[in-house]
């Protein structure tokens, strides 16, 4: 029996998906229209929301959330016709007369729990894979980005079929509230505690599940790199929403001989990028809540800056910082920093940064700049992540075409373009038999013979 007296919303969903009509062809593109012009039309309260909760600027909010999420709808809608078609298989000759063919089927009712760091990008991407493997949706966006959510709810309500997609806003205890109901599909993303607890209650239903999770995401600067355009990117890609990204470079591995420089660099980016205060630039985003603050306010305590440690609480500021002289050992290197706080260690030899990374973290993205074919190839065998991006960083997050996910520690399960479509579906076989001809051979008595034969019939015509 399901229990939906909490979320009497459930039943209705489930209603709608059991007539069918969200597997039809015409309602996902509907409804993925319907959420790209919430991106178009909304953009500026979408900007104005994510402003609100963390200071955010409008073109970073483009760039990494309206923006992605619509190149996301646009690939879906492009590519979906094609995705939904049943693939066929070959039929071996034992098995003829006969037509095998595969179809991905959607699970039901999914349920998608959000972290805050991107709050629309992370709530509504998996949203879109959702909709277009044919599932209806119950969206649970963050409670640390509170105008994002009461957005997305809004929204979702006033452009999405409302009997197959809903929003619940809460925090904890209606996450926990929602994971005791039974869902077709769990996708989650958020902390490493939190998802263990995630994993614990889709275990109860048997739900399958994706978890995207964080990490140490390393990044080598090999001798052999162009270090400005290094300095440049890393330090984009590391103080990009306030440092609050999974995917951002958790610390940086530079090869002993380009230290100076690359600090040198890394300096120079960040006054060119947030003016030499970085409190009065527009662009600079604040730390999320208090919690978070003095969580990284303790870190600097433990790692003095070598640049930035400026930071502010009733701002919720800290500026971008570069720790120098940092060990494997330090305390920044216990966990994921989430905030804009940069190690930086020294190696001499590129088999230790390899071996650093082995031992600290199972991390969701690698990153390595450098020119040299042979070293590129080194890193990437020799090492293990959700992904690599080499000579850049993040961007192997933003191609609808690569899978996004991480691997170990740092999650499992992919999302983005069809892998999301994929994640959000499961494969259903179907075989076609001809119900002639039916010889006795399968059937017993096995005689000697027949048994013999079987065996030789098995053995050379299966595949
Ligand atoms: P969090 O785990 O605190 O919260 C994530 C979501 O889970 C929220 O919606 C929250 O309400 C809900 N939640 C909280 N407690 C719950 C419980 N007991 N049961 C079920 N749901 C519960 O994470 P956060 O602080 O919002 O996000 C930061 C973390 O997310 C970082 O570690 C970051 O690296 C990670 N992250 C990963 C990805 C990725 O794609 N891999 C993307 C963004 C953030």
């Not at 402003?51 to 992605?68: C, I, M, N, V």
């Not at 996301?72 to 049943?86: G, Q, T, V």
């Not at 994921?336 to 088999?351: M, N």
Request: glycine share 8%; aromatic share 10%; charged share 25%.
């Amino acid at each position: 029996m399901q229990k939906d007296q909490a979320f009497p919303e459930l039943a209705v969903l489930r209603e709608t998906f059991e007539s069918g009509k969200t597997r039809d062809l015409r309602w996902r593109r509907s409804q993925l229209l319907a959420l790209e012009r919430f991106l178009i039309e909304r953009e500026g309260e979408i900007a104005a929301a994510v402003h609100d909760d963390f200071r955010k600027s409008p073109a970073e909010t483009f760039l990494t959330e309206t923006g992605y999420l619509r190149g996301e709808i646009r690939f879906a809608l492009k590519h979906l016709k094609s995705w939904m078609k049943p693939r066929k298989v070959f039929v071996p000759l034992i098995y003829q007369p006969a037509t095998g063919s595969c179809s991905r089927e959607p699970f039901g009712v999914v349920l998608i729990i959000g972290a805050w760091n991107y709050p629309f990008n992370l709530c509504l991407a998996p949203l879109i894979s959702a909709i277009a493997a044919g599932n209806c949706a119950v969206v649970k966006p963050s409670e640390h980005a509170p105008r994002s959510a009461a957005l997305i709810a809004e929204g979702l309500g006033h452009y999405l079929d409302r009997s197959a997609i809903t929003v619940i806003e809460g925090g904890v205890e209606e996450a926990k509230a929602l994971l005791a109901e039974r869902f077709g599909y769990l996708f989650f993303t958020g902390s490493r505690s939190t998802g263990r607890e995630v994993m614990l209650a889709a275990a109860r239903h048997l739900t399958p599940l994706t978890i995207e999770l964080g990490g140490k995401c390393p990044c080598i600067v090999e001798e052999r790199s162009d270090l400005r355009v290094a300095a440049r990117r890393i330090v984009w890609a590391k103080f990009l929403n306030g440092g609050q990204t999974c995917l951002a470079p958790d610390y940086v591995l530079v090869h002993e001989r380009c230290e100076a420089e690359l600090l040198r660099q890394m300096q120079e980016a960040i006054t060119h990028f947030y003016g030499d205060d970085p409190r009065l630039s527009p662009d600079y985003p604040r730390i999320i809540n208090q919690d978070h603050f003095l969580r990284l306010e303790k870190l600097l305590v433990g790692s003095p800056a070598w640049s930035g440690g400026k930071s502010e609480l009733e701002e919720r500021y800290i500026a971008p910082t570069i720790l120098r002289g940092v060990t494997p050992m330090s305390p920044v290197m216990e966990s994921e920093i989430f905030g804009p706080l940069l190690p930086v260690i020294v190696y001499t030899e590129l088999s230790e940064a390899l071996d650093i990374i082995r031992r600290v973290d199972d991390p969701l993205a690698l990153y390595l700049f450098s020119s040299d074919p042979a070293v590129q190839d080194r890193v990437v065998r020799h090492s293990r992540s959700g992904g690599v991006c080499i000579n850049d960083l993040l961007f192997q997050a933003a191609m609808h075409k690569l899978p996004f996910g991480g691997f170990g520690q740092s999650g499992f399960g992919t999302c983005h373009g069809k892998a999301g479509f994929e994640t959000f579906s499961f494969q259903r076989s179907l075989l076609r038999r001809s119900l002639f001809p039916d010889p006795d051979l399968r059937y017993p008595p096995y005689s000697r013979r027949k048994f013999s034969f079987l065996k030789r019939l098995v053995t050379f015509f299966q595949v």
